[in-house]
């Protein structure tokens, strides 16, 4: 008989009668008499209950083949919790392949291990079915990416991971030369000047499923690698941009959910910015913000005179205790707000709050009208100006409505026409909201040097549920344009030559209109798994604070090996 003939979760009543050889885990033993036990053998379909000889030395985890034949289990001892609940494996040999140590956690998804314990022993926490899930799914939403992506002409293709700079604005990892001491690669925060240069050099049709390195601080949503799917593609629009990665992304969801895929949203930055206070709103609810300025506009009450008044309808919210009323006060200051105005609307249609008798009457019911407030509703103003009024209600209205991981459905939504820059730095100079090869508006672009902050670009982003999934542009190929947007972030010639001069005297040699996306796989599939942080669909992942406990990284270096590098270490203070 071969080593193994069927998977512990496919049994079922059919294979009543057949000899089969089972290997996996002992999932769980119990005793049944003096010399029976019931033994849960586990492999990734699922577990069956073996009955078996002897089992006393057989302990959890350990690791076993079976031998064996299916059969009913007795009337009255089914189990319809479990797909293998009617059958159980009888007249079982029993061979130890591997004995285990006792688990450091209970193989369960009934119980959540401390991560920090999960991470160590990552090899014993990927049994569990969660894991099992999200990592075969995320295997499937790769699949569904490629078959997407070769479906629409798109090849394949590597790029480096010993690079030089790359242009998204994070901080590089980099690699010291062993060869040219002193001198470091950086390791890539994305494959843009690759894919740039695979346009220019004709591919017309570039993607891979790129790992992308940042050094930044962690979050639940972010690692500092991940992937993302990265695509451009020569002589196509914004349009088209959209159409590729809608339809990837479409293919994805549809293998993870197992229905379509609607089409996707769209909205304008600024649009999103008024309604929502967000350049990544999460659609599957609404509370969005209202403008009040005009309601205002001849206020007596000094905290309104402001450039800017909104608010937001938290619904039921009226029973809101103080303390609860305070701490999103605390809340709203820690965003930036000078203070936060609450409004309750009470059973006459009227508002209680603490600074009613601050406003008129028209003023209150202006507000109750424009919120459209309804008894037991708690409203949320804020004045200031119009940036710190959308972005603190924007983190508000997430903080109150956002419904948890798994409701509300998928709701994917394309932000466009971002502003070319963010702001203006310290040094004076736009910030780019991208990277600086995205293309401006050509409706914009003689406004580029007077009023360099209302120009839109030629970028656009993917949102899921309230996380920005990956973002892209129209590519600047025309050198003229090039320069006036490095002259404008205060990158000279010779900077730029320095920094992207390959990409730059490659664009000398016949550069394509191109354009491209990328977005991240981690967060695509945390959030198709229903998981809070992407730490759960990834299979070897780092702690918050960047350590990978299972393999001790990052670790110290020994002398011979820095000396080589020609590195050295400050004395330890
Ligand atoms: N390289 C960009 C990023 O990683 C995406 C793009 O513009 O294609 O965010």
């Given amino acids: ?27 769980s033993r119990r005793e049944h008499g003096e010399h029976l036990a019931f033994v849960d053998l586990r492999d990734h379909t699922g577990v069956v209950q073996c009955v078996v000889d002897h089992a006393h030395d057989l302990r959890a985890e350990y690791v076993l083949r079976v031998t064996g034949t299916v059969r009913p289990r007795p009337p009255g001892t089914e189990n319809p919790s ?20 006792p688990p450091p956690f209970p193989v369960t998804d009934r119980m959540e291990a401390d991560e920090g314990v999960r991470l160590r ?24 990416l490629r078959r997407s992506m070769e479906d629409q002409g798109f090849l394949e293709v590597e790029t480096p991971v010993l690079i030089g700079s790359t242009p998204e604005g994070a901080r590089d990892f980099v690699v010291p030369s062993r060869f040219q001491p002193g001198s470091f690669y950086a390791l890539p925060q994305s494959p843009q000047l690759f894919k740039q240069l695979c346009m220019v050099g004709g591919l017309d049709r570039y993607y891979q499923i790129a790992r992308c390195l940042r050094d930044e ?35 994805a969801t549809e293998v993870a959910t197992g229905g379509t895929c609607p089409e996707i949203e769209r909205i304008t930055w600024a649009e999103a910015m008024e309604r929502f206070g967000t350049d990544k709103p999460d659609l599957r609810f609404d509370m969005e913000l209202v403008d009040l300025t005009s309601a205002f506009a001849g206020t007596g009450f000094n905290a309104f005179r402001a450039p800017c008044v909104k608010g937001i309808r938290v619904p039921g919210g009226a029973d809101f205790s103080r303390a609860r009323l305070d701490r999103l006060t605390e809340q709203a200051k820690d965003y930036g707000a000078k203070g936060l105005v609450w409004m309750r609307a009470d059973e006459g249609g009227s508002l209680d709050s603490p600074v009613a008798r601050f406003l ?31 972005r603190v209600l924007g983190l508000l209205r997430t903080e109150l409505g956002r419904p948890p991981v798994n409701e509300g459905g998928f709701r994917f939504l394309w932000v466009t026409a971002f502003p070319l820059f963010e702001g203006i730095g310290d040094d004076g100079r736009p910030i780019p909201a991208h990277h600086p090869f995205t293309m401006p508006d050509p409706e914009d672009l003689d406004r580029l040097e007077d009023d360099p902050l209302s120009v839109r670009s030629l970028a656009c982003d993917l949102v899921l549920n309230g996380w920005e999934l990956g973002s892209g542009s129209v590519r600047i190929h025309r050198p003229d344009v090039q320069q006036r947007v490095f002259s404008l972030l205060g990158l000279d010639a010779e900077e730029a030559k320095a920094r992207f001069g390959f990409l730059l005297d490659a664009f000398g040699y016949g550069a394509p209109p191109h354009a491209g996306f990328a977005f991240g796989i981690d967060r695509l599939v945390a959030l198709l798994a229903h998981e809070e942080t992407i730490r759960e669909v990834v299979a070897f992942p780092k702690t918050q ?17 820095l000396a080589e590098l020609g590195l050295r270490l400050p004395p330890p203070s």
């Avoid at 089969?20 to 999932?27: K, M, R, S």
């Fill in 217 to 251: 601080d962690l979050r639940a949503d972010r690692q500092f690698e991940f992937m993302q799917l990265d695509a451009e593609a020569s002589f196509v629009d914004q349009e088209d941009v959209i159409s590729f990665m809608s339809q990837a992304v479409a293919a």
């Fill in 545 to 561: 604070s960047g350590a990978d406990p299972l393999t001790g990284a990052p670790s110290p270096l020994d002398a011979r090996r």
């Fill in 82 to 101: 479990l797909a293998t609940g009617a059958v159980e494996v009888g007249d079982c040999e029993v061979e130890v392949l591997s004995a285990a140590e």
């Fill in 1 to 27: 008989m071969p080593m193994r003939t069927k998977y512990c979760g496919a049994l079922t009543a059919a294979d009543a009668g057949s000899e089969v050889a089972l290997c996996g885990w002992v999932a």
């Fill in 121 to 144: 022993h990552r090899y014993v926490d990927l049994r569990r079915d969660r894991m099992q899930r999200n990592l075969r799914l995320r295997a499937r939403v790769n699949a569904a």
């Fill in 360 to 390: 008129s009457e028209d003023e209150l019911s202006a507000t109750a009208l424009a919120l459209s407030a309804e008894p037991g509703d708690l409203l949320l103003l804020v004045a200031d100006k119009q940036a710190t009024v959308r």
